[in-house]
């Protein structure tokens, strides 16, 4: 399955929507070349994961890839819908020391919010 994705803005903060595959290739280059693109123009990026069914080592370069963009640009990006698998993945690679992990948008997108006050 290819990786779709949708951007939209809600409170100020640019929520993209990933589903599909997230893996070495086509896709993985899809989302660094989003991520980097709307970096130039945002500093709170919401990724949102619910509708990603896998995710591979390339995946993950890429999300650390446009992590460490984001921060050395004075940007944030965090990450919500994680299911259960993905979850575990960043768990055991313990990428979850790394990025900020939310259950659901709402509580996500108040973070930011508390972060910007």
């Given at each position: 399955?290819?990786l779709?994705?949708?951007?939209?803005?809600?409170d100020?903060v640019?929520?993209?929507?990933?589903?599909?595959?997230?893996?070495?290739?086509?896709e993985?280059?899809?989302?660094?070349?989003?991520?980097?693109?709307?970096?130039?123009?945002?500093?709170?990026?919401l990724?949102t994961?619910s509708g990603?069914?896998y995710?591979?080592?390339?995946?993950?370069g890429?999300l650390?890839?446009?992590?460490?963009?984001?921060?050395?640009?004075?940007?944030?990006?965090?990450?919500t819908?994680?299911?259960?698998?993905?979850?575990?993945?960043?768990?055991?690679?313990?990428?979850?020391?790394?990025?900020e992990?939310?259950?659901n948008?709402?509580?996500?997108?108040a973070a930011?919010?508390?972060?910007?006050a």
């Amino acid at each position: 399955m290819d990786l779709k994705i949708a951007t939209r803005e809600t409170d100020g903060v640019t929520v993209v929507s990933c589903s599909g595959r997230i893996v070495f290739g086509d896709e993985a280059n899809l989302l660094r070349d989003t991520l980097k693109k709307l970096l130039g123009t945002t500093r709170q990026v919401l990724l949102t994961l619910s509708g990603v069914s896998y995710i591979d080592s390339g995946g993950l370069g890429t999300l650390v890839g446009a992590y460490s963009s984001a921060r050395n640009a004075g940007a944030d990006i965090k990450l919500t819908g994680l299911g259960q698998k993905l979850r575990d993945v960043l768990q055991v690679t313990k990428l979850v020391t790394v990025f900020e992990v939310y259950d659901n948008e709402q509580q996500a997108i108040a973070a930011f919010r508390r972060g910007a006050a």
